[in-house]
């Protein structure tokens, strides 16, 4: 499976940002999916993730209400719809898929196996 992000860039505090991952592969509405982002200096910290079929959900706490996971699997598209942006949400952020045999969420960077290359958001004060 190959990720690809898009959607990064800069934004005022309170604006919104819609991340987009494109995955290769025939198997991708096996692949549960997930969001992860990288502070400069901080650990690579779960952000949200979504289970193979799009039913099931799961956010970071600090995320809850503004940001929202979906996914088409006739397009192999996961998207990340960032609202009332921060300026800690400032991060490179990935697009990550577990291996087709694991159908629902992780919450951990170790339980994902392909990573895309990251996309910067930056938001302003």
């Known amino acids: 499976v190959q990720l690809v992000e898009s959607g990064g860039g800069l934004v005022q505090a309170g604006g919104s940002l819609r991340l987009s991952c494109a995955a290769s592969?025939?198997?991708?509405?096996?692949?549960?999916m997930g969001w992860f982002r990288e502070a400069p200096g901080k650990d690579r910290e779960f952000v949200a993730a979504?289970?193979?079929?799009?039913?099931?959900?799961h956010y970071r706490d600090s995320v809850k209400g503004r940001f929202t996971i979906s996914r088409d699997n006739a397009k192999n598209t996961v998207n990340l719809q960032m609202n009332s942006l921060k300026p800690e949400d400032t991060a490179v952020y990935y697009c990550?898929?577990?291996?087709?045999?694991?159908?629902?969420?992780?919450?951990?960077?170790?339980?994902?196996?392909?990573w895309g290359q990251g996309t910067q958001v930056t938001v302003s004060s």
């Open positions: 979504i289970n193979s079929s799009g039913r099931g959900t």
């Open positions: 990550a898929a577990r291996k087709n045999v694991f159908t629902e969420m992780g919450i951990t960077s170790g339980e994902y196996a392909y």
């Open positions: 592969g025939r198997t991708f509405s096996r692949n549960a």
